[in-house]
Nanobody
Framework: QVQLVESGGGLVQTGGSLRVSCAAS????????LAWFRQALGKERELVAS???????KYAGSVTGRFTISRDNAKNTAWLQMDNLKPEDTAVYYC?????????????????WGQGTQVTVSS
């Protein structure tokens, strides 16, 4: 059983920065992916960024150049550094765990989810 605990959300002004963390426990697969998803009010959940245990990172086009995902395999922790935040980044951010290197909201959704952390960007 994998458990994911997010932290670090909050309120920030447009152009500001936040870093959210995802602490994972119970990981048993050496090849895995930790990913950040977000869900804005009234919208579907979407993939923001993912990073494999091998270090391969992917980003949604809307956050490329502004967000950076990283992880420490020894600590089983992933971070999402969010810079130059915009009001449209406002959402609940969820950490997801996928066994293997495929992880998305469609055909390969996470097997485990965190409880989510609210990020609010004021204009």
């Amino acid at each position: 059983q994998v458990q994911l605990v997010e932290s670090g959300g909050g309120l920030v002004q447009t152009g500001g920065s936040l870093r959210v963390s995802c602490a994972a426990s119970g990981i048993t697969f050496t090849r895995n992916t930790l990913a950040w998803f977000r869900q804005a009010l009234g919208k579907e959940r979407e993939l923001v960024a993912s990073i494999t245990s091998g270090g391969g990172a992917k980003y949604a086009g809307s956050v490329t150049g502004r967000f950076t995902i990283s992880r420490d395999n020894a600590k089983n922790t992933a971070w999402l550094q969010m810079d130059n935040l915009k009001p449209e980044d406002t959402a609940v951010y969820y950490c997801g765990y996928c066994s293997g290197y495929r992880c998305n909201i469609g055909s390969d959704p996470p097997e485990y989810w965190g409880q989510g952390t609210q990020v609010t960007v004021s204009s």
